[in-house]
């Protein structure tokens, strides 16, 4: 049972994973195995640094993630050579990680970008978008730690809600409490196994 699981900057998505997961979900974060696909001494790293230079690497020979996202976040054609040297890295190592599982398991892909990269949701027997209201997503941009005009450059480059709705099979929303969040995932977990049955 393939999952897709998205939902913009700021709406929690990493939470409901987390729930996902107490239910039994076997829940592959993309972002994590970009990280790891991206880990210094990697072949694909010096791919990155090949294409983008030097100054994309810390001082330590890590990948230096804000550095990348300023060069590519207004830059099409480099934000697609970076997407060119990680996606078929991600979705390979993703393969390997669906294989290793069992044919009963719900397998959870965590994807920020879902709806960017595959409109249509091709590959997923269900789609969940996490959404919460702008205000609130700010709000928790904020306590990270992320400015304002920068949370909103980010929402922008985004696909927005009407976008994800059309792709959801499930609209998850977190607005309210931890609880409130619980209740809707426990629905959208209804709704899972109830299409893994049928």
């Given amino acids: 049972m393939r999952v897709g699981l998205t939902g913009g900057v700021g709406s929690g998505k990493s939470t409901v994973a987390r729930l996902l997961a107490e239910h039994g979900a076997?829940?592959?974060?993309?972002d994590a195995v970009a990280r790891?696909?991206?880990a210094k001494g990697t072949p694909s790293l010096a791919q990155v640094v090949d294409a983008f230079g030097e100054h994309v690497l810390t001082a330590d020979g890590e990948l230096d993630r804000p550095a990348v996202a300023a060069l590519v976040f207004s830059d099409e054609q480099r934000l697609q050579q970076l997407n060119g040297i990680i996606h078929p890295l991600v979705r390979a190592r993703v393969a390997e990680v669906v294989a290793a599982t069992d044919p009963d398991d719900v397998?959870?892909?965590?994807v920020?970008?879902?709806?960017?990269?595959?409109?249509?949701?091709?590959?997923y027997d269900l789609v969940l978008v996490v959404q919460a209201s702008l205000a609130t997503r700010l709000a928790r941009l904020a306590e990270r730690g992320m400015g304002e005009q920068d949370a909103r450059e980010r929402?922008?480059?985004q696909a927005d809600d009407e976008q994800r709705r059309a792709v959801a099979d499930v609209v998850i929303?977190?607005?309210?409490s931890l609880a409130d969040l619980r209740s809707e995932v426990e629905r959208a977990w209804v709704r899972i196994v109830a299409a893994q049955g049928g």
């Fill in 26 to 30: 076997v829940v592959i974060d993309a």
């Fill in 36 to 38: 790891e696909v991206m």
């Fill in 107 to 110: 397998v959870v892909h965590d």
């Fill in 112 to 123: 920020p970008l879902l709806v960017e990269t595959n409109p249509s949701g091709d590959g």
């Fill in 155 to 157: 929402m922008a480059r």
């Fill in 173 to 176: 929303d977190n607005d309210g």
